[in-house]
């Protein structure tokens, strides 16, 4: 329910309810084989044809309530690619919108999305569920939600080249959640003292630089949800840190120096 096709691009949706044999049926399907990840059904969305350079599917979602301006809001959602068109790609990101649209053609949506997929996440897993998130402020009085891929395919990045051959990326996509993150580990408030951490992307460390050396520094790391994953301790002021433990996704990164909070800062982690 609250969720249609934003164009004529042909989305599908897939349901455990199908009768057997039916192409429209979880776990089997035309497009093949894969478990619902939460529930009893997905939808499906081709994001890459380089056979048709503009050809997009899409699917769009009536939000249960307006979002509130200069809010911010966490969005992710998971996909898996088919079996019978298999062809990594990247390039996916989620559009917000104030009122409903509908494009009469299956060309791209003339929109920049406010969430985009990190390029170096290829979506490439046909056999489990990938996770795709980020996060945006919001001007206020947002309803509705697109997700699929609003770039071509010159800009659309592939893990490989497809040459002179026909490739197609058909992925399944489940389990959205969209909640408000303002007040996730104060992400609003702005640290007193300069502290930069970097690279960002990063992949195996961070540096952490703090204007004076904290004997009694904590590194603490949230995920998206405000769940505490791991704590650190900070001796230097110019300290390299190991995040080995931490998958590819956007964490949070607090610094605190006793009770008091120094630092404060997204990290996107990608391998």
């Known amino acids: 329910m609250g969720w249609f096709k934003p164009s004529t691009g042909t989305s599908d949706l897939f349901n455990g309810c199908a009768p057997s044999g039916n192409q429209g049926g979880v776990p089997e399907n035309w497009f093949g084989f894969q478990d619902s990840l939460?529930?009893?059904?997905?939808?499906?969305?081709?994001?890459?044809?380089?056979?048709?350079?503009?050809?997009?599917?899409?699917?769009?979602?009536?939000l249960i309530s307006p979002l509130?301006?200069?809010?911010?809001?966490?969005?992710?959602?998971?996909?898996?690619?088919?079996?019978?068109?298999?062809f990594p790609v990247s390039t996916i990101g989620a559009y917000f919108s104030l009122d409903s649209l509908y494009i009469d053609n299956n060309y791209e949506l003339p929109y920049f999305p406010q969430i985009e997929n990190t390029e170096s996440n290829f979506i490439a897993d046909s056999v489990g569920w990938q996770r795709v998130s980020g996060y945006f402020k919001a001007i206020g009085g947002?309803?509705?939600?697109?997700?699929?891929?609003?770039k071509d395919n010159q800009n659309t990045i592939c893990l490989y080249s497809p040459g002179l051959l026909e490739?197609?990326?058909?992925?399944?996509?489940?389990?959205?959640?969209?909640?408000?993150?303002?007040?996730?580990?104060?992400?609003d408030e702005l640290p007193?003292?300069?502290?930069?951490?970097?690279?960002?992307?990063?992949?195996?460390?961070?540096?952490?630089?703090?204007?004076?050396?904290y004997n009694n520094a904590q590194l603490s790391i949230y995920n998206l949800t405000g769940q505490l994953i791991s704590q650190k301790q900070i001796t230097q002021s110019n300290q390299k840190i190991p995040i080995t433990e931490l998958g590819n996704g956007m964490y949070i990164f607090v610094i605190q120096n006793g009770d008091k909070v120094i630092g404060r800062q997204r990290v996107v982690v990608a391998r």
């Open 38 to 62: 939460n529930g009893a059904g997905y939808v499906g969305i081709f994001i890459y044809r380089n056979s048709m350079d503009t050809y997009r599917e899409y699917i769009g979602g009536n």
């Open 68 to 86: 509130k301006p200069n809010h911010y809001y966490c969005l992710s959602f998971y996909v898996s690619m088919s079996d019978i068109f298999y």
């Open 142 to 150: 947002e309803r509705f939600l697109y997700i699929g891929n609003f």
């Open 167 to 187: 490739y197609k990326s058909y992925i399944y996509i489940d389990n959205v959640q969209l909640y408000e993150c303002d007040s996730l580990v104060g992400i």
């Open 192 to 213: 007193k003292d300069p502290v930069s951490i970097y690279p960002n992307p990063a992949q195996d460390f961070v540096t952490i630089e703090t204007p004076q050396n």
